[in-house]
């Protein structure tokens, strides 16, 4: 993918809140989850809870992670692997908090359940589509009417080291 998707990609991303968080350990199942993302930043932040299957794959040491988000609306799709770990910083903690996170947890963010982790992305296979209905349906038209497949956005993949880099930079 070019620096322009991968761009796109993170941009998109930032306006979906939710997707399907899983580890190859454990139960290895995937389970809905709420993301943030911070300015300058490539990992995927999460808030769980410490009794979490995701928690305990990764208490004592990182593990290989996917994040699957599916969102027509806002035209991304995409699959995203990376190593998922837990981070005990009150100060990133404080940074990720959200009225959301409060109403899961009892003693608020200073709740002892409180558990934060991390994915920092490896690889990603990403498609990014046109995010309009009636653009949809204007590229459905139009190859009906050519007979030439709709051109409905771009398809590809990208390495953490790109994905990093577009996160990064300015």
């Known amino acids: 993918m070019n620096t322009d998707d991968i761009t796109l990609f993170w941009d998109r991303l930032t306006a979906i809140n939710a997707g399907f968080l899983g580890t190859k350990s454990g139960t290895a199942r995937l389970v809905p989850m709420s993301h943030a993302l911070r300015d300058g930043d490539a990992t995927i932040w999460f808030i769980t809870a410490r009794d979490t299957d995701l928690a305990e794959a990764v208490e004592h040491d990182a593990a290989a992670a996917t994040y699957v988000v ?54 990603a296979e990403i498609w990014l589509t046109t995010t309009s209905g009636l653009s949809f349906a204007y590229n459905v038209l139009r190859a009906q009417v050519t007979g030439k497949q709709p051109d409905m956005g771009s398809h590809g993949e990208a390495s953490g080291e790109e994905l990093a880099a577009a996160r990064l930079s300015p």
């Not at 990720?96 to 009892?106: E, G, H, I, N, Y």
């Open 70 to 123: 599916a969102e027509g609306d806002k035209g991304l799709y995409t699959t995203i692997h990376g190593e998922l770990t837990q981070n005990n910083d009150p100060a990133l903690r404080d940074e990720l908090w959200s009225t959301v996170a409060d109403s899961w947890f009892q003693g608020g963010k200073d709740d002892p359940q409180v558990c934060i982790l991390g994915l920092r992305p490896e690889r």
